[in-house]
């Protein structure tokens, strides 16, 4: 029987639809202005978005890089949630690729309010790094699928007007944020001087983000991509599942949150485990595991040898990620595997 894996959104695979929308997408070359299905998915993503402008690149850490290093100078610093994306799973770029120096904040469930951040700020001084960008994260990974508060953003953004600093979210999942709450998307990502967004993830796609912002600073995120590698040529084969996506899928991520909400409440009926339902908010459920029943590798192996992928996610928690390729009856099924192996 084919394994139920829970491991991550990104584990989904282009449908029959989205494979003969590929098949018959009209090309050219990107790197050269050509490609009219790279030119429509673009022009789509910020016209939700509410931006001027917007370029595809290959992954949401490409597009994070390409907006921190078009947006700042080296030595300048970025504010972010210590578990943010940018700080746990780019390989420590902001440093690397744009001399930047990153500031970690504790948040709670991974949501920075606005007077963390302007306590953070630093007063211009020859001896100090510059506070240049603001970066949140919407919905937060680590902390579970968290939504950030529409009027937190707006405080932070208060902050980051008066000190004159770059908003930048990596809104790899906002989608989920969007479907979850109702909130437009153009509203989400007004506050923001650059936003990215995922089409990889909850939406099926096989690659691929979308950065946006204005039109003069998409120009230059092009020359940045260049210099990061990400040129490509008849991309629009790529660019066409992320048009089948936005245009099929955003509406049904609202099943992946109720199969989530469901297997998280059910995990944390079971005594060896625990889940924070207050952060169990879209379509990730992160679990901590007693470590007096039984260490994370034990748990991820056995559940793997009965059918069930789920991914470590640190020294006592493992995550489950919902998405179009897992139906309720398998978070059901799933949910039955877990309770075998920790005894429920």
């Known amino acids: 029987m084919k394994p139920i894996d829970l491991r991550s959104d990104t584990v989904t695979r282009p449908s029959p639809a989205m494979r003969r929308a590929m098949a018959e997408a009209e090309v050219g070359d990107d790197v050269l202005g050509d490609d009219p299905t790279v030119k429509r998915l673009e022009a789509m993503v910020a016209e939700r978005l509410g931006k001027e402008a917007a370029i595809y690149v290959p992954s949401g850490t490409m597009s994070n890089q390409v ?12 504010l972010c949630e210590t578990g943010s994306h940018i700080i746990s799973y780019e390989v420590a770029a902001p440093a690397v690729i744009s001399g930047l120096l990153t500031h970690p904040i504790d948040g709670e469930l991974g949501i920075l309010s606005a ?12 001896h100090c790094p510059r506070t240049r960008i603001i970066a949140l994260e919407n919905t937060h990974n680590r902390a579970g699928g968290t939504i950030y508060p529409l009027e937190t953003i707006a405080e932070i953004e208060m902050v980051a007007r008066k000190h004159g600093l770059w908003m ?13 709450t109702g909130i437009p998307l153009d509203r989400y990502a007004a506050p923001f001087d650059s936003v990215s ?70 995990l944390n009926r079971m005594p060896a485990l625990t889940v924070n339902l207050k952060a169990a ?11 007096a029943k039984m260490t994370v590798p034990d748990f991820v192996s056995r559940l793997a040898a009965k059918g069930v ?25 799933a949910a039955a595997a877990v309770g075998e192996v920790v005894g429920a």
Not at 67 to 78: M, N, P, V
Not at 214 to 234: P, S, V, Y
Not at 319 to 332: I, Q, S
């Open 281 to 291: 908010q879209t379509n990730i459920i992160a679990v901590e595991i007693d470590p």
């Open 67 to 78: 907006a921190l290093y078009t947006a700042s100078e080296r030595g300048d610093e970025i």
């Open 115 to 126: 007077a963390q951040v302007a306590r953070h700020v630093r007063e211009p001084n020859i």
């Open 309 to 333: 992928l789920c991914i470590p996610f640190g020294p006592t928690r493992v995550r489950f990620v919902t998405h179009l390729d897992v139906t309720a009856e398998d978070c059901r099924r």
């Open 168 to 180: 930048h979210l990596d809104g790899a999942r906002l989608w989920n944020a969007h479907i979850a």
């Open 197 to 266: 967004v995922c089409l990889s993830k909850g939406l099926g796609a096989p690659i691929g983000s979308v950065l946006s912002g204005t039109r003069d600073f998409i120009a230059k995120a092009r020359r940045t991509r260049k210099m990061f590698g990400g040129g490509m040529r008849q991309v629009g084969i790529l660019a066409a599942a992320g048009i089948y996506a936005l245009e099929h899928n955003i509406p049904r991520l609202a099943e992946d949150h109720a199969n989530a909400r469901e297997l998280a409440e059910e």
